[in-house]
Nanobody
Framework: QVQLVESGGVLVQPGGSLRLSCAAS????????MSWARQAPGKGLEWVSD????????YYADSVKGRFTISRDNAKNMLYLQMSSLRAEDTAIYYC??????RGQGTRVTVSS
């Protein structure tokens, strides 16, 4: 079955950087569009970034554009989200998703001094 396991979430100071990882299994990763979504405390799910199967096409929400970079390694079945210039409003649980449907359990990112 589809498994998505996120990691890398920690407490980081404002202005800091962080890389999230997602290990995928149970499907043909190289053929799937992948996404990162987040849910801040008390708020709904926000789709942060998408990447197509080959990695040449990406999408970013306005809230993270210019600060976050999505990437993937199809040889390793891994998805990444490089986050920089982090702000308090980036605090959320971050989820990896396949085709904006199946999601993992999430990893918590807290941006605070």
């Amino acid at each position: 079955q589809v498994q998505l396991v996120e990691s890398g979430g920690v407490l980081v100071q404002p202005g800091g950087s962080l890389r999230l990882s997602c290990a995928a299994s149970g499907f043909t990763f190289s053929r799937a569009s992948m996404s990162w979504a987040r849910q801040a405390p008390g708020k709904g799910l926000e789709w942060v970034s998408d990447i197509n199967s080959s990695g040449w096409s990406t999408y970013y929400a306005d809230s993270v554009k210019g600060r976050f970079t999505i990437s993937r390694d199809n040889a390793k079945n891994m998805l990444y989200l490089q986050m920089s210039s982090l702000r308090a409003e980036d605090t959320a649980i971050y989820y990896c998703a396949r085709d904006r449907a199946t999601r993992g359990q999430g990893t918590r990112v807290t941006v605070s001094s």
